[in-house]
Nanobody, 129 residues
Framework: QVQLVESGGGLVQAGDSLRLSCAAS????????MGWFRQAPGKEREFVAA????????YYSDSVKGRFTISRDNAKNTVFLRMNSLKPEDAAVYYC??????????????????????WGQGTQVTVSS
C-alpha cells in the first residue's frame, strides 16, 4: 500500500520557519515528481512547490518563491519543504503529493494537482500575526 505521511506542521508566529517532511512508503518514489500543495479554509487547493524526480528542476508558486525550498532525499524516500519568513496567509493544510510525470511534461504540469496520483493526509500549518 502506497502511503505518503506528512509531518512538521504546527503553530508559529509570523516570520518564523518550519520544515515539513513527507515520508513515502509502499514503493520507491525516487523516479516520481514530488510536490507540495496547500488548502486554506474556504479556498481551493493550490500549488506550492514541486521538484522533478531527479532534482534537476524545482518549481514554486509566486507567493512562496524566495521563502520556501523543496528538497528530497531519495535514499530515505522523503521530501521536505523548508518554509521561511512565514506569513499569516501561508496558514493552511499542506499536502505532499507524488506523480509519475513524464520527461516531456513542462513546468506547468508540475503545478497541476491532477498530475499527482498519490497524496498524503496533510499537516496543518498555522501562522499567527
Amino acid at each position: 500500500q502506497v502511503q505518503l505521511v506528512e509531518s512538521g506542521g504546527g503553530l508559529v508566529q509570523a516570520g518564523d520557519s518550519l520544515r515539513l517532511s513527507c515520508a513515502a512508503s509502499g514503493r520507491s518514489f525516487s523516479r516520481s515528481a514530488m510536490g507540495w500543495f496547500r488548502q486554506a479554509p474556504g479556498k481551493e487547493r493550490e500549488f506550492v512547490a514541486a521538484m522533478r524526480w531527479d532534482g534537476s528542476s524545482t518549481y514554486y508558486s509566486d507567493s512562496v518563491k524566495g521563502r520556501f525550498t523543496i528538497s528530497r532525499d531519495n535514499a530515505k524516500n522523503t521530501v521536505f519543504l523548508r518554509m521561511n519568513s512565514l506569513k499569516p496567509e501561508d496558514a493552511a493544510v499542506y499536502y505532499c503529493a507524488a506523480g509519475d510525470l513524464s520527461p516531456f511534461d513542462g513546468s506547468v504540469s508540475y503545478t497541476r494537482a491532477t498530475k499527482y496520483a498519490h497524496w498524503g493526509q496533510g499537516t496543518q500549518v498555522t501562522v499567527s500575526s
